[in-house]
């Protein structure tokens, strides 16, 4: 999947992937996600106004959910990290995304 962004918002915001892994304590709490993923909808809107979420994915494998967001910096990107730790996801790694198109441009500036 390829997400295409405006010039405009290439040019201001960066894409960034957050990986993350629930911190079950009890099977029950797995029933809790749509509530805990409408949480994180609400205090992303609220707390970091710049920030847009883009997609996210149940991940199988070694985490358990994938977020794609748009954010002026790497603070905000802290503080969409931190927002989703304390809505009781056990740790989080966030990657910086480049589009491709992007990517390619640079590789033709060398």
Do not use: H, W
Not at 6 to 18: D, L, P
């Amino acid at each position: 999947m390829t997400l295409m962004r405006s010039k405009e918002e290439v040019n201001i915001m960066a894409t960034f992937i957050m990986l993350s892994k629930f911190s079950l304590r009890n099977v029950g709490e797995i029933k809790s996600l749509a509530d805990i993923d409408e949480a994180l909808d609400r205090r992303i809107r609220e707390e970091c106004p710049r920030v847009k979420r883009l997609a996210s994915y149940a991940l199988l494998g070694e985490y358990d959910f994938l977020n794609i967001f748009d954010a002026p910096d790497a603070t905000a990107a802290a503080k969409v990290a931190l927002i989703i730790q304390s809505l009781g996801m056990g740790s989080t790694q966030t990657l910086t995304g480049i589009p491709f198109q992007e990517f390619r441009n640079l590789v033709e500036e060398i």
